[in-house]
């Protein structure tokens, strides 16, 4: 069965600042890899996914993710965070028909100015 | 079009009363799941449907829980004499035809059980 560690609860940035949040996921075939943000008292909105090809996955709000197989990993960036990003991330995995998304337990990110 | 919607947003209950949950999905998704998010953890997947069937309901945990969708469109995810550990964050998502394709939430139902 397919797992998703975020190891990271909380990050604290500075505005301006680079960002990569990790994700780790165990999964025996080709996964199938999301990453999504939520905000208080929202519902998750989808930031970027891979499925296949290029490795390097560009999302909305200038974030991208890297899929590295060897490592089993698919972390997300962005070169310079906004007080507007702070919110809650979530990386997920999902496999095949039914796409019952596994997701990691969060990562709360807080912007400082 | 529209996107996920769900009702109430929120809801405040007491032990052992029943609730019922709705979930409209977007138009023409064919895919639709229930996810719990309790303070503190991750999203808890409960069930997937797949039109009006649900072929994983292996996350419902008891059976005090059932889902049902009916004109593969609209759901209802029914808590049955409800516990104080029932209370969390109820999120629906639907996707165009479940296979990879991303997941669309609503802003779920906050339950709280008194």
């Known amino acids: 069965a397919q797992s998703v560690t975020q190891p990271d609860i909380h990050i604290t940035v500075s505005e301006g600042a680079s960002l990569e949040l990790r994700c780790n996921y165990s999964y025996g075939a080709t996964p199938y890899l999301f990453w999504y943000v939520q905000s208080p008292g929202q519902g998750l909105q989808l930031l970027l996914k891979y499925f296949s090809g290029d490795t390097l996955v560009q999302g909305i709000k200038g974030f991208e993710a890297e899929f590295k197989r060897s490592q089993s990993s698919f972390n997300l960036r962005k070169p310079s965070v906004h007080w507007s990003d702070a919110a809650e991330y979530f990386c997920a995995v999902g496999a095949g028909y039914g796409n019952k998304l596994v997701f990691g337990a969060g990562t709360i990110l807080r912007v400082k100015s | 079009g529209a996107g996920v919607s769900q009702s109430p947003s929120n809801k405040v209950t007491e032990k052992g009363k029943d609730v019922e949950l709705r979930c409209d999905p977007i138009s023409g998704h064919t895919a639709l799941y229930w996810y719990r998010q309790s303070l503190g953890q991750g999203l808890e997947f409960l069930i997937y449907?797949?039109?009006?069937?649900?072929?994983?309901k292996s996350g419902l945990p008891s059976d005090r829980f059932s889902a049902e969708r009916t004109g593969g469109s609209v759901s209802t995810l029914t808590i049955q004499r409800t516990q104080q550990e029932d209370s969390a964050v109820y999120l629906c998502a639907s996707s165009v035809d479940g296979y990879n394709s991303p997941l669309h939430f609503g802003n779920g139902t906050r339950l709280t059980v008194t």
């Open positions: 449907f797949q039109g009006n069937s649900a072929p994983d």
